[in-house]
């Protein structure tokens, strides 16, 4: 079996650097103007430049997202953006618009060109055409089942990009007008506030009463969809055809980013050398922020079921490591923690559940402390033992 690729999101270098600690073939990423995520940090053209390079050098990709559904007013700069773009020495852009997929195609010849998830490819019909086009890989919508996935690929005769992890649009795909309409921020545009995560009622139009209508005492959340997660479902998924496994989450944390893409890694590395699925992954599933877990279409038409309100974490994210050391590390600060807290290493090189327990604390002021509790504050620690740059330190909500 030709081992798949773990494609992982990058909304800033940090966890750009991240992704690649903890193991991913290749990263996707923003450039400031015309990729969806808005609200992620995005790249500028020499950020790209260094990422491609960055990740070149370790035999890893750069994917960049071009996939805002474009009006006439996008079209103004898009033919020097193509050719900047290009510059940058990424490997592929990701587009979903037709009119922007002829420019980049026109205008930045030497990038591969990725159909996005948002072109709602879902048949072996739109794929082929895609591919007479000149799309090199055709990512699928969420909607695809599996069973599908096999006629596509072959209709496609191109790679198959596959979403395997993370969050999912209780609208097709993303297609989805909740954000405009009550914030006018679009979600086609990448400026999507998540409208679909709120809490709603119904309303009694004559008398303007609203009823609310109770889930649970937190109240309920109709439109709000659990998240992606096929971690135990890879072989199906490569079995049926898929190059790449893609990972949701630009605009989510360096410690969800080193979580997800550690577990999948593992779970790749695992089904390539014929090993048996390791069940503590899903446990580490857990430990990242989520909201609740479904297998989304692959399995039927159904999809994922929605009602889930805030997302939970059995583990807080604490701080990452910001320079390593044996025994000592300088960590920059996430969440608040003190001396005598029990915390939990999360690292490519461990095996799983390394803890050490907090004795000492030196803050930005080379003072010792007890607490640390400034979001972002950098501030050594005594840990007992050896972490690396971009490690990351989490905490049980148990304790
Ligand atoms: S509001 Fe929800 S369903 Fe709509 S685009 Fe945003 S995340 Fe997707």
């Known amino acids: 079996m030709k081992k798949p690729e773990l494609l992982a999101p990058a909304g800033n270098m940090n966890k750009l650097e991240t992704a690649i600690r903890f193991g991913a073939d290749a990263v996707y990423a923003a450039a400031k103007e015309y990729g969806l995520r808005a609200f ?26 071009v996939n805002t559904y474009a009006d006439e007013r996008d079209l103004k700069g898009l033919e020097e953006f ?36 948002q072109a709602n490819v ?22 695809t089942q599996l069973k599908d996935i096999p006629a596509i690929k072959r209709g496609a005769g191109v790679e198959i990009e596959a979403f395997v992890h993370g969050a999912m649009c209780i609208a097709y ?34 008398r303007g009463e609203t009823l609310p209508i109770e889930e649970d005492k937190r109240g309920t959340y109709l439109l709000s969809s659990k998240d992606l997660c096929l971690i135990e479902y890879l072989h199906e998924l490569a079995d049926a055809g898929v ?6 989450g630009r605009i989510k944390s360096e410690y969800y980013v080193a979580g997800v893409v550690n577990a999948y890694r593992r779970a790749i590395d695992d ?19 989520h909201r609740g877990y479904t297998t989304g279409f692959y399995f039927g ?20 490591v910001t320079e390593g050391g044996d025994g000592y590390a300088e960590v920059e600060m996430r969440n608040r923690f003190a001396a005598g807290d029990t915390l939990e290493v999360l690292s490519p090189t461990d095996t799983f559940g390394r803890t050490f327990t907090v004795t000492e604390i030196e803050n930005s002021a080379h003072e010792r402390v007890l607490v640390a509790d400034k979001v972002q504050e950098r501030v050594k620690l005594r840990t007992g033992m050896c972490l690396e740059k971009y490690d990351i330190l989490r905490r049980s909500c148990r304790t």
Request: with cysteine; net charge negative; charged share 25%.
């Open 301 to 320: 038409e159904r999809g994922g079921s929605t009602g889930e309100p805030k997302p939970t974490a059995s583990y807080d994210f604490i701080a990452v």
């Open 271 to 289: 089904m390539a050398a014929g090993r048996p699925f390791d069940v503590r992954l899903l446990e580490e599933m857990q430990k990242i922020s």
């Open 40 to 65: 992620a940090d995005n790249f500028t053209f020499d950020e790209l430049k260094r990422a491609a390079e960055l990740l070149h050098s370790q035999g890893r990709k750069l994917y960049v997202t």
């Open 82 to 117: 193509a050719e900047r773009l290009s510059d940058t020495g990424a490997d592929a852009a990701l587009v979903s618009d037709l009119g922007v997929f002829s420019i980049m195609k026109k205008y930045a010849p030497g990038l591969q060109l990725h159909v996005s998830t």
């Open 243 to 248: 190059d790449s496994f893609k990972i949701e």
């Open 173 to 206: 795909s993303g297609r989805c007008l909740l954000s405009a309409y009550f914030t006018d921020r679009s979600g086609n545009r990448g400026e999507c506030v998540q409208s679909c995560r709120w809490q709603y009622g119904i309303t009694e139009l004559s």
């Open 122 to 143: 879902t048949n072996s019909a739109a794929a082929a055409m895609w591919a007479d086009l000149g799309a090199s890989r055709i990512v699928l919508a969420r909607e």
